[in-house]
T-cell receptor, first 114, second 114 residues
Framework: AQSVSQHNHHVILSEAASLELGCNYS??????LFWYVQYPGQHLQLLLK??????LVKGIKGFEAEFIKSKFSFNLRKPSVQWSDTAEYFC????????????FGAGTQVVVTP | GAGVSQSPSNKVTEKGKDVELRCDPI?????LYWYRQSLGQGLEFLIY????????KSGLPSDRFSAERTGGSVSTLTIQRTQQEDSAVYLC????????????FGPGTRLLVL
């Protein structure tokens, strides 16, 4: 069965620390990949996406992610986090033979302490 | 409006009652999606509408769930004979069409079944 795995459910780190959130998927064909973020009390917002081309994609607020096809991974990174990055982060995958369905990971709750 | 809107924002109902949840997509978006976000299940795809095509209902969890989209715009998700396990946040998203396009999410409707 197709699935998306996020390795960490909760991450706590201090401001200025580096962040890396893991995401692995199990789809056999071509995929689109996304990271969404949900800040406290707000709705899901797109951080970044990969459709094709350069596997290193840059998103908003200094986030980036790297698609490694051989590892079926799409890890999210930020070199130096801020308190305002406290949020829940969701990896999502969509296969190109099923445009309508985003398959989400379980989410990672990130808490950044001042 | 500028984004996807959903109503009501919160709904409390008694077990066995029917509920209707409404979604207004971004103007001009032809594709509309419903997801459910619940504790223990994460974000799950429910149903997908694209233009005048037959909807993809493959994510609906039971025949108590149904959705329609009138005039290619507003959508209503109906849950009949609600159960306590239906308690969740119901999210709506829209995109400009099908294919490799980003889905934009609304704020959700928080449903509590007592």
């Amino acid at each position: 069965a197709q699935s998306v795995s996020q390795h960490n459910h909760h991450v706590i780190l201090s401001e200025a620390a580096s962040l890396e959130l893991g995401c692995n998927y199990s789809y056999g064909g071509t995929v689109n990949l996304f990271w969404y973020v949900q800040y406290p009390g707000q709705h899901l917002q797109l951080l970044l996406k990969y459709f094709s081309g350069d596997p290193l994609v840059k998103g908003i607020k200094g986030f980036e992610a790297e698609f490694i096809k051989s590892k079926f991974s799409f890890n999210l990174r930020k070199p130096s986090v801020q308190w305002s990055d406290t949020a829940e982060y969701f990896c999502a995958v969509r296969s190109t033979d099923s445009w309508g369905k985003l398959q989400f990971g379980a989410g990672t709750q990130v808490v950044v302490t001042p | 409006g500028a984004g996807v809107s959903q109503s009501p924002s919160n709904k409390v109902t008694e077990k066995g009652k029917d509920v209707e949840l409404r979604c207004d997509p971004i103007s001009g978006h032809t594709a509309l999606y419903w997801y459910r976000q619940s504790l223990g299940q994460g974000l799950e795809f429910l149903i997908y509408f694209q233009g005048n095509s037959a909807p993809d209902k493959s994510g609906l969890p039971s025949d108590r769930f149904s959705a329609e989209r009138t005039g290619g715009s507003v959508s209503t998700l109906t849950i009949q004979r609600t159960q306590q396990e239906d308690s969740a946040v119901y999210l709506c998203a829209s995109s400009p069409g099908q294919g490799p396009l980003t889905q934009y999410f609304g704020p959700g409707t928080r449903l509590l079944v007592l």
